[in-house]
Antibody, heavy 121, light 107 residues
Framework: QLQLQESGPGLVKPSETLSLTCTVSGGSISSSSYYWGWIRQPPGKGLEWIGSIYYSGSTYYNPSLRSRITISVDSSKNQFSLKLSSVTAADTAVYYC?????????????WGQGTLVTVSS | DIQLTQSPSFLSASVGDRVTITCRASQGISSYLAWYQQKPGKAPQLLIYSASTLQSGVPSRFSGRGSGTEFALTISSLQPEDFATYYCQQLNSYPFTFGPGTKVDIK
């Protein structure tokens, strides 16, 4: 059974870079037809898709965050990562990673449990 | 970006009730819509993709319909474990966007 697990610091200072890693177990990150995505949810608010990456490194980013985000993949470790630069309090959120089933049809399943990142000095 | 609206924002219902949540897109998205269920403190879980295809393992009391700009998620007989927040997501074009959510609460 495929499982995803987010990891990284729970507290980041304003103007610094948020860095998270998602470790995939129970399946290969190099599987075809799958991208791997990041989604976030500010406390008490809705969901925002951040971006997705293929094992080859091909990416799709949300234009609203494009200037600040980098998503990368390490197939040897079965991991993919998110970096978000110049963070502010508005970036405080639960960050989820998920498998992005990609093709004519798309959907996100399964999701990791999520990790809360707080931006505060 | 394609905007999604959901109605109602909040719904109070009883066990056994038939419940319908609607999702409207700001432009046509064919059938490229998914529905997720989120319980407090948990990650969203996929219920339906391609507007009407039930994800494996999801109870048959959940159903989805629609295409273009109008979509609906129906729970035929609400169960205690169904009290949660439901989100629609459009996957027609990037950036993928979510609706604001519908919270289903116990009456």
């Amino acid at each position: 059974q495929l499982q995803l697990q987010e990891s990284g610091p729970g507290l980041v200072k304003p103007s610094e870079t948020l860095s998270l890693t998602c470790t995939v177990s129970g399946g290969s990150i190099s599987s075809s037809s799958y991208y791997w995505g990041w989604i976030r949810q500010p406390p008490g608010k809705g969901l925002e898709w951040i971006g997705s990456i293929y094992y080859s490194g091909s990416t799709y980013y949300n234009p609203s965050l494009r200037s600040r985000i980098t998503i990368s993949v390490d197939s040897s470790k079965n991991q993919f990562s998110l970096k978000l630069s110049s963070v502010t309090a508005a970036d405080t959120a639960v960050y989820y990673c998920a498998r992005h089933v990609w093709g004519p049809l798309n959907w996100f399943d399964p999701w990791g449990q999520g990790t809360l990142v707080t931006v505060s000095s | 970006d394609i905007q999604l609206t959901q109605s109602p924002s909040f719904l109070s219902a009883s066990v056994g009730d038939r419940v319908t949540i609607t999702c409207r897109a700001s432009q046509g998205i064919s059938s490229y819509l998914a529905w997720y269920q989120q319980k407090p403190g948990k990650a969203p879980q996929l219920l339906i993709y391609s507007a009407s295809t039930l994800q494996s393992g999801v109870p048959s009391r959940f159903s989805g319909r629609g295409s273009g700009t109008e979509f609906a998620l129906t729970i035929s007989s609400l169960q205690p474990e169904d009290f949660a927040t439901y989100y629609c997501q459009q996957l027609n074009s990037y950036p993928f966007t979510f609706g604001p959510g519908t919270k289903v609460d116990i009456k």
